[in-house]
């Protein structure tokens, strides 16, 4: 099936620093989504983006979606320690309505 | 709230053994899925159902079955248990033609 690469695996940070977490496609997207696991939790969707180029914002979080549709990407500023998570992005194409989700990164944030 | 409810937080079965995992969601949702999470290897698709009595492979169908009698149940089921299906698994479920997924809270299960 279709694959969504994901980087950086893990990404440890210090408190306040931005954090940026990427996504990336061979093929055209039909839209992305954005979930994000605590640990021990399950995941939990975030934003869905759709049109080429969007951009939206939740709080201190940025989601962009490529001219191309075929990247994505979730930048945090100044993380906090209630930050700490798995963020994945999940990918959709072809009229598909199944989602085929990255690896996932781990954000570790250094009080 | 959508709730995505699974039978079991933690499971310990030997192998060989037969295991069902049970999934109830309470938002009419028309597909239902069933993940296996690892570390370092994501969320991997293993069947999912777009209608009750109807289900489709994921990417890694080989050793699970699943059952929809119903529209608001989606099981899984390991026939014979080995130990490398020790894993979190988890069940979403989502609207008819929509991608967004509302997951449960996942069953860790040890095969031993």
């Known amino acids: 099936g279709q694959q969504v690469m994901q980087i950086p695996q893990y990404q440890h940070v210090q408190e306040g620093e931005d954090f940026t977490t990427y996504c990336n496609s061979s093929t055209t997207l039909s839209n992305i989504q954005w979930y994000k696991q605590r640990p021990g939790g399950h995941p939990v969707f975030l934003i869905q983006?759709?049109?080429?180029?969007e951009v939206k914002k939740q709080k201190r979080l940025t989601f962009q979606f490529g001219e191309a549709k075929k990247n994505s990407s979730l930048h945090i500023t100044a993380t906090q320690t209630t930050d700490v998570g798995t963020y994945f992005c999940a990918a959709a194409s072809g009229g598909s309505y199944i989602p085929t989700f990255g690896r996932g990164t781990s954000l570790i944030v250094h009080p | 709230d959508v709730k995505v409810t699974q039978s079991s937080r933690y499971l310990v079965k030997r192998t060989g053994e037969k295991v069902f995992l049970e999934c109830v969601q309470d938002?009419?949702?028309?597909?239902m899925f069933w993940y296996r999470q690892d570390p370092g290897l994501g969320l991997r698709l293993i069947y999912f159902s777009y209608d009750v009595k109807m289900k489709e492979k994921g990417d890694i169908p080989e050793g699970y079955s699943v059952s929809r009698e119903k529209k608001e149940r989606f099981s899984l089921i390991l026939e014979s248990t080995s130990t490398n299906q020790t894993s979190m698994y988890l069940c979403a479920s989502s609207y008819r033609g929509r991608t967004e997924a509302f997951f449960g809270q996942g069953t860790r299960l040890t095969v031993v």
């Open positions: 938002m009419d949702h028309e597909n």
């Open positions: 983006l759709v049109k080429s180029g």
